[in-house]
């Protein structure tokens, strides 16, 4: 199975938007849940958001609530992450991931087949 591909991530200002992109092949991606995590440098892999195959149900990490929103095109096998109102602590590089333990959506142990990660930085 092929691994995902991130895309979209840049430099922004603070206040500013991004759309991240994961592009995923279908055996990968079909009937799967999906996440997203990032991880700033020097601290752990942290939650961002996910969302269950059927598109109709998603998760959240409080300290995007309100600015991120989560989607997916079973059509394309993409997911996607609209980021809005960034904060420099946004920064980081953002992965997109798929579920394939049962159980709550943060942990990263319950994810496999993970991307390579694209960049996301928030100027202040």
């Known amino acids: 199975q092929v691994r995902p591909v991130e895309s979209g991530g840049g430099l922004v200002q603070a206040g500013g938007s991004l759309r991240l992109s994961c592009a995923a092949s279908g055996s990968t991606f079909s009937n799967y849940a999906m996440g997203w995590f990032r991880q700033a440098p020097g601290k752990e892999r942290e939650f961002v958001a996910a969302?269950?195959?059927?598109?109709?149900?998603?998760w959240d990490a409080d300290s995007v609530k309100g600015r991120f929103t989560i989607s997916r095109d079973n059509a394309k096998t993409t997911v996607y992450l609209q980021m809005n109102s960034l904060k420099p602590e946004d920064t980081g590089i953002y992965f997109c991931a798929r579920k394939v333990y049962g159980g709550d959506y943060d942990g990263s142990w319950r994810y496999d087949y993970w991307g390579q990660g694209t960049q996301v930085t928030v100027s202040s």
């Open positions: 969302i269950n195959w059927y598109g109709d149900r998603t």
